[in-house]
């Protein structure tokens, strides 16, 4: 029973092109959402989070939609390069919890 | 100067030991996390403890025993390790709920033979 889903395990962009990476989640309860990247041998770092109340949220090259009627949330790295080349896990939140939930991460390949 | 900072790093062992995993976290955070990654790679939630207090304990076995000295540091001891347990382990800290995220440590591979 995985609340939130990260359905493509791995996505390729060239360099300078906009990468898109996709998030869904089942529970309405949701009202913070969030997206981690990680490198080899390191843990998760925080990149950009966005409340249930806003649909869009953005810092620098990195954007993050959120749709609630679809239960769909986006992040687009405009434009990509090679140190975005990680896993992106996308993470969500309800009022009042502690805990976060995780996708299964989407791993980023940027071309150069 | 590290953050959040789990040791060790990579452990292979047999099964039917007992192991410990050690976090400590300098960032003055009061809440402190278990979370493990599987085969399928998914970071789901073990335990969490704020200022020493168990909050979070899901659906763990009960080989699975944490360990918060201080608010500080959050220690994951494993009784008589099986196959499946082997996993990433990581460790993480907060401030105030998630609002802003968690700091995580880099992680403990662990490895039953």
């Known amino acids: 029973d995985q609340q939130v889903k990260q359905n493509s395990p791995s996505l390729s962009v060239q360099e300078g092109r906009i990468s898109i990476l996709n998030c869904d989640y089942t529970?309405?309860?949701?009202?913070?959402f969030l997206w981690y990247k990680k490198y080899p041998a390191e843990g998760p770092t925080f990149l950009i989070s966005i409340s249930s109340i806003k649909d869009k949220n953005e810092d620098g090259r990195f954007t993050v939609f959120l749709n609630k009627s679809a239960k769909h949330l986006s992040l687009h790295i405009v434009p990509s390069q090679p140190g975005d080349s990680a896993v992106y896990f996308c993470a969500a939140k309800y009022q009042g919890a502690q805990k976060l939930v995780f996708g299964q991460g989407t791993r980023l390949t940027i071309n150069p | 100067d590290t953050a959040v900072s789990q040791t060790p790093k990579y452990l292979v062992t047999q099964m039917g030991n007992d192991k410990s995993i050690k976090c400590e976290q300098n960032l003055g955070h009061d809440t402190m996390y278990w979370y493990k990654q599987d085969s399928k790679k998914f970071l789901k939630i073990m335990f969490s403890y704020n200022n020493k207090e168990l909050i979070i304990n899901e659906t763990v076995p009960n080989r699975f025993s944490p360990k918060s000295p201080d608010k500080a540091h959050l220690n994951l001891h494993i009784n008589s390790l099986e196959l499946g347990d082997s996993a990433v382990y990581f460790c993480a800290s907060s401030q105030d709920g998630v609002g802003h995220g968690y700091t995580f440590g880099s992680g403990t591979r662990l490895t039953v033979v």
């Open positions: 529970n309405s309860m949701f009202d913070y």
